[in-house]
């Protein structure tokens, strides 16, 4: 019995950054869709230990792709502390955010090569 809403379910643990989480899995055999409550976390509530910092450094040495990564996962822990936030709904929100930039940043792109071998 899932202690969120009620319904019988499986219960399952998720790793998620070598930390364990619970969830209940439930489905319906009607839609056969799969739903999951996020219970919390199995370890109990740890504090986000100290958080990495943005290591920005000068230009040529810096990794950006390495510093979007974390950056990525600081947004993610900063909603994934609030446990009203359910987990698919904090990586979706993370996760729609980034495609809709790059998506974003693609057509500015091909725009730029368009213009640079069109000579238009
Ligand atoms: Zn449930």
Redo the contacts with the bound molecule.
């Keep these: 019995m ?1 202690p ?2 009620g ?1 019988s ?1 499986s219960r399952i643990v998720r790793v998620i950054s070598g930390r364990r989480y619970v969830y ?1 899995r ?1 489905y319906n055999p009607e839609t056969k869709g799969v739903t999951y ?1 996020y219970v919390g976390p199995l370890d109990g509530y740890v504090r986000v230990e100290a958080l990495h910092d943005l290591e920005l450094t000068n230009i040529e040495d810096q990794d950006y792709i390495e510093t979007a990564i974390n950056s990525l996962l600081k947004a993610f822990k900063k909603l994934s502390k609030d446990e009203r936030i359910e987990y698919e709904v904090a990586v979706e929100e993370v996760l729609t955010k980034l495609f809709t930039r790059l998506t974003n940043y693609r057509k500015a792109i091909e725009k730029a090569f368009e213009k640079a071998f069109t000579g238009q």
């Design positions: 899932c969120k809403c319904r379910g209940y439930h409550c």
